[in-house]
Nanobody
Framework: HVQVVESGGGLVQAGESLTVSCAAA????????VAWFRQRLEKEREAVSY????????LYADFVKGRFTVSRDKAKNTLYLQMVNLKPEDTAMYYC??????????????????WGQGTQVTVSS
């Protein structure tokens, strides 16, 4: 599996935008199925998006559709999560995770091989 590192989190106000990054070291991130998860305080980790390997296809959780967009920079071996119109309920630690196969539900966080350390996004009201 490929090691990933998240960055770009911070403090923003409601309605503002923020982009977080998932950078991979060594192996091409494009060879993996890559998901963004988030974990809000005292909540279960939940899936945000899922990008299919070697494909422009990305699936999104209903609660972020139309507000979050994933993009990829192959040259930088990095995946980005662009978040607009942020809400206080988007406050969470955001994690990038990858896996080689697509057998299980993309929302099942137990099926991923590698996780980053997370980056904190805080949205004030």
């Amino acid at each position: 599996h490929v090691q990933v590192v998240e960055s770009g989190g911070g403090l923003v106000q409601a309605g503002e935008s923020l982009t977080v990054s998932c950078a991979a070291a060594g192996l091409p991130l494009d060879d993996y199925f890559v998901a963004w998860f988030r974990q809000r305080l005292e909540k279960e980790r939940e899936a945000v998006s899922y990008t299919v390997q070697r494909s422009p296809i990305t699936l999104y959780a209903d609660f972020v559709k139309g507000r979050f967009t994933v993009s990829r920079d192959k040259a930088k071996n990095t995946l980005y999560l662009q978040m607009v119109n942020l809400k206080p309920e988007d406050t969470a630690m955001y994690y990038c995770a990858d896996r080689r196969t697509n057998v299980h539900s993309w929302k099942d966080n137990t099926t991923y091989d590698s996780w980053g350390q997370g980056t904190q996004v805080t949205v004030s009201s």
